[in-house]
């Protein structure tokens, strides 16, 4: 049995390797396209098992796509999540009219991005592997700058070794150089997404400190991370 397919559609390069580096461990083809003509063409060419679909496109905008992807008699059943700016609430309305199957706000979190999908494609994989990673990490919260220990890594999130009490879902930016010896420096922000303070940790293997989810990276960060990940310095094992 071929993998099932996920169409992304948005015009913008760096939105589509965020949602790709969201996908990575998922067993689907993933196909990118940025206007309304090639999504339809794609899908008529090959529907797809899911399509992420921004409200923002160039000429005929997303919400044209969603209602002709819907208003198709070979291509109504496929299920769309339609992302539209946070900024924008009625926005949300807008995109369910259109026939949209489900909804997210930007920034993409990649928690929420792959729980969307998953219910409607049940190989949507929510985890990804991470790899130990010793780095100094100097992160802003709530206007204070601190510092911690990253712990380990992977392309959707961070650990962080740190007695600097945060909160669960509030928002955080961070920076750090990879290790290895390059300077590579990686600038992103975040949200926290679960905590392990000491005393009463929530697990015993790592440090006190807090995991973060990523949500948007500085130009070039989100791929420089995907390809140290890929080939870590050799003195890092996978986890």
């Known amino acids: 049995m071929s993998s099932p397919l996920i169409l992304l559609v948005d015009q913008s390069k760096f939105f589509l390797e965020i949602q790709k580096g969201f996908l990575k461990n998922t067993d689907a083809r993933i196909v990118c396209v940025g206007t309304t003509r090639e999504t339809l063409d794609c899908l008529r060419r090959q529907p797809a098992n899911l399509v992420y679909l921004t409200r923002e ?45 489900g909804v997210l706000s930007r920034p993409l979190e990649r928690r929420s991005f792959l729980d969307e ?11 990804e592997p991470r790899i130990p990673c010793q780095a100094l990490v100097v992160f802003r919260y709530s206007g204070v700058s601190s510092y911690g220990t990253c712990h380990d890594l992977s392309p959707g999130g961070i650990y962080i070794a740190s007695n600097r009490r945060v909160q669960i879902g509030d928002r955080i930016t961070l920076s750090m150089v990879l290790p290895g010896g390059n300077d590579q420096l990686v600038e992103a922000g975040g949200r926290i997404a679960w905590l392990n303070p000491g005393p009463r940790q929530l697990s015993n293997y790592l440090p006190a400190g807090f995991g973060v989810e990523f949500f948007e990276f500085s130009p070039g960060c ?18």
Do not use: N
């Open 57 to 101: 496109l160039p000429g005929d905008d997303g919400l044209h796509c969603c209602q002709a992807i819907k208003k198709d008699p070979e291509l109504g059943h496929i299920p769309v999540v339609m992302l539209y700016d946070a900024g924008a609430p009625a926005e949300r309305e807008r995109c369910l009219k259109a026939g949209s199957d």
């Open 117 to 127: 999908g998953r219910k409607f494609l049940f190989k949507v994989e929510r985890r």
């Open 222 to 239: 989100s791929l420089l991370l995907q390809q140290f990940l890929k080939q870590p310095p050799s003195s890092l094992s996978l986890a």
